[in-house]
């Protein structure tokens, strides 16, 4: 018998002698969240919550407005390089000075060490508990490493992209991609319980939150 | 039972549930709960740690639980996902095993801890490498592969700091989620210049400084890893989805950067479908560290070209699930997330600590799933103890985002122990009865009186005696201001009042 086999027999058994009978699973939770995607409430709780951990909020109106905000980040952290996933649009970062790392062809592991910071965009963001979501997939967000390497992450998050609750995010997102829910920068709990920001990702995390103000 | 197969070869209960194997003792410890126990309270250091660390937490995951409007929803959604998925295991991880591997995965299948240890080995050996970096994992620290890799040459690199806290040290974990939690800073400090080569000498015990400490320790080693092992918070059937939910950034590292990524599980952390994340993702940060959401999830199917590790091994293992499995009541110990939250509620665990459990898995669900796991070895098994480490008080169950019904669990564990003792004692006669009052909480205060006028009948001694719900006994007799023959559930309740 290989391993397979057994283990699957033994579950088999163990499921028939412990009950073997689906129950009905009750769904009574909300699936869609208090505030409507992509309205101003949504936004504006995103920045609420995004903002009690830690990272920097920088609201826009407008899709213009993104490349000052951008730049200004950049200058301020004073990063004069930064990763851009091949399909980030040339207008979020027009007004950029620093110089710009296409990751086209892919750059290595100690590259990415050398940049200052990263531009990506977002598939989805969930105002009730303060996450973007990246998927590696998306032209704009890029493969895992480019967000994960470089110290400084500089996410821009569109209004129609957000959404109050966890269901409702989950039903946008594609799971074939690897894909990473972002809330806050790296930070751990692991001394005396306390939550300390910047660890092992990027420890320093600004969103340009484009929408209704 | 034995069966001889016919060709010479013997064989053990083939195809039947099985205990799990337990090759470097990380399910068992060496010595009854109330030993250790005792020693524990003795440890004034480690009391104030966990009093210090289980308040904050405690009151963190209150304030996020209470701003979620349908939790009791969740909980009871979370709570039927997983009675569903024990009632489909087999059929559900064959799913997984095709969706797996169509997206480009290896499955592999381990029927107890020195096979799944025997697995991972021969594939870091097949890589090359003779180091690799490791993301927190409970299952990987139950079958001892940290050991296992040593054995066979292979440097194993916890880089949670945590984990690391505990390595550094030689310490064994003693919390899900914070396997530190009995260090404070100070003594963290002092781990990390007595054992970190580069450590700057004037660190100070601020925790921003020791987490800088961690990173600049782990950076050179992430970027440089060739193979990277994890384990699993959930794995969706129908996807192929794995997911890591962690703070740091060293899963992201460990799942990332490496070319080989190995993933072990047990096979109980499986939930059907991808929209089954939404119950669980909403249930798991807020219980676990008190965040709305923890700082970091990632989830991928099997391999990505041009995106991490361009080889995935998953390795999906029995190690006495089976055994758990099989009992109707006793299964619930399988739905456990590994959120913490009953470890942090816990009056007996926070004082005691996860080292008087013996087992890496413990406080309330491990006084549960540890001896169902390893199964009672008769009378002497320390893990017949583990039952009674609870005075059943019942804040583990109001706690427990996927609602294990843990006193009810402990009840039925002890009658169990009962069972394996044999030859019943005055004790186990007033434990019977006590097990029997459980539906009724005034029977039950009668039956804890019963079991109070035993101990002072002089049985007290005996270590199957102690500390069963008069915990006191063992208990208040420390520093608590509590005399000697009240019970837990008398202290306590006197205790809310002041
Ligand atoms: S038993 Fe429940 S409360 Fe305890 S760790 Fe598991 S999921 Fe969390």
Partial sequence: MTARDEVLARLRAARDAGGATPPDVPRGYRRTGAFAPGSAEVVARLDETLTDYRATVHRVADEDDVSEAVARVLEEAGATTFVAPPGLPARWVAAVTARVRPDEPPLSVAELDRVDAVVTGAAVAIADTGTFVLDALAPDQGRRAISLVPDHHVCVVRADAVVSSVPEALARLDPDGPLTFVSGPSATSDIELDRVEGVHGPRRLDVVLVGPM | ?498
């Fill in chain 2, 1 to 498: 039972m034995t069966t001889d197969l016919g060709n010479g070869r013997m064989t053990t209960d083939l195809g039947m549930p099985t205990v799990a194997s337990d090759p470097h003792h990380h399910l068992r410890g060496t010595e009854p709960f109330p030993v250790a126990a005792h020693r524990a309270l003795a440890d004034t250091q480690l009391r104030q740690n966990l009093g210090h660390a289980t308040r904050t937490i405690r009151a963190k995951r209150a304030g996020v639980v209470g701003e979620v409007d349908d939790w009791e929803e969740l909980r009871r959604a979370g709570e039927g996902v997983k009675a569903d998925v024990m009632a489909r295991l087999p059929e559900l991880l064959e799913q997984l095993e095709a969706s797996v591997t169509a997206r480009g995965g290896v499955v592999h299948w381990a029927r107890d801890a020195e096979e799944a240890n025997r697995i991972v080995v021969d594939l870091v050996r097949e890589t090359g490498s003779d180091e690799v970096v490791k993301v927190k994992s409970m299952a990987t620290q139950e079958t001892g592969l940290n050991e296992a890799l040593g054995a066979a040459g292979i440097a194993a690199l916890e880089t949670d700091l945590a984990e690391l806290i505990v390595q550094l040290s030689d310490d064994t974990p003693s919390h899900f989620l914070v396997p530190a939690i009995h260090r404070n800073r100070s003594e963290i400090r002092d781990i990390f210049l007595r054992e970190m080569p580069d450590v700057d000498p004037a660190l100070t015990d601020e925790p921003r400084r020791l987490a800088m400490a961690a990173r600049t320790h782990l950076r050179r080693k992430f970027l440089s890893a060739t193979v990277g092992i994890s384990g699993v918070n959930f794995a969706v059937a129908d996807t192929g989805t794995i997911s890591v939910v962690e703070s740091e950034g060293n899963g992201r590292m460990c799942l990332t950067l490496p070319d080989t990524l190995i993933t072990v599980m047990g096979v109980e952390k499986i939930v059907p479908t991808w929209s089954d994340l939404e119950v669980f993702l909403q249930l798991l940060p807020r219980s676990s560290t008190g965040e709305r959401m923890n700082p970091y999830t990632s989830t991928w199917s099997g391999v990505t070209p041009g995106d991490g590790p361009q080889a995935f091994h998953l390795v999906l293992m029995d190690n006495g699930r089976s055994n758990v499995l099989a009992s109707p009541d006793g299964r619930q110990a399988l739905h456990c997330i590994r959120c913490s939250a009953c470890l942090n509620v816990c009056p007996v665990y926070e004082r005691t600590g996860g080292h008087a459990y013996g087992s890496i898995y413990p406080g309330p669900i491990g006084a549960v799933l540890s001896p169902q796991l390893t199964g009672i070895d008769g009378p002497d098994d320390v893990n017949a103890s583990l039952p009674y480490a609870s005075s059943l008080c019942g804040a583990c169950f109001d706690a427990c985002p996927v609602r294990i019904d843990i006193p009810h669990l402990l009840v039925q564990q002890r009658a169990a122990a009962v069972e394996a003792h044999g030859r019943p004692t005055a004790q186990d006669v007033a434990m019977r009865a006590a097990a029997t009052a459980m539906a009724s909480p005034r029977r039950f205060s009668l039956a804890e009186r019963a079991l109070r006028l035993g101990r002072l009948l002089g049985r007290s001694g005996r270590i199957r005696s102690v500390p069963g719900p008069g915990a006191s006994a063992w208990f208040g007799a420390r520093d608590m201001p509590a005399p000697p023959t009240e019970t837990f559930r008398e202290w306590w309740a006197r205790r809310d009042r002041t």
